[in-house]
């Protein structure tokens, strides 16, 4: 039983996938160059046709579809607390990577708005941290110069 594929170039295009566009409407259908491309091809005639579909996968870009938002409301209060009680520059740090956050929140970059959140929370924490230690030291140190 012998079978014919159509060339890629004959073929059907590949299915679109959805990405944000940062222009007017949230999502757009693109084809992704290199794509899975999907082809048909007859079987042999018999008693009924039937339609053989084959897939060849190749490479395609990493393409999260996420309708909505990450979250960063947190990452916001949080380097705003650190910013005021703990130390300005801990807290303008975080602050601004959570900005960046949302921003690539806003463009449809998951995957980055995830990083860089995890990141404003970890230059929160760090400053939390710091911050404690320095103010511990700094009770220790006035409590010992009164003794």
Not at 61 to 76: E, I, K, Q, S
Request: proline share 8%; charged share 5%.
């Amino acid at each position: 039983m012998k079978s014919s594929v159509p060339s890629s170039s004959s073929a059907h295009p590949p299915p679109p996938y959805s990405v944000y566009d940062g222009r007017g409407s949230p999502y757009k259908h693109v084809h992704p160059a290199g794509g899975p491309a999907v082809s048909t091809a007859a079987a042999p005639a018999a008693s009924h046709q039937q339609n053989v579909v084959v897939v060849a996968t190749g490479v395609a870009p990493d393409v999260v579809y996420n309708p909505y938002p990450v979250a960063m409301t947190t990452a916001f209060v949080l380097s705003c607390v650190v910013f005021w009680c703990f130390g300005w520059l801990f807290g303008a740090i975080a602050f601004v990577l959570a900005v960046m956050g949302s921003d690539s929140s806003t463009r449809g970059d998951v995957i980055g708005a995830l990083r860089l959140r995890n990141a404003s929370y970890g230059v929160s924490i760090a400053g939390i941290v710091i911050g404690l230690v320095i103010i511990t030291i700094i009770v220790i140190s006035q409590t010992n110069a009164y003794d």
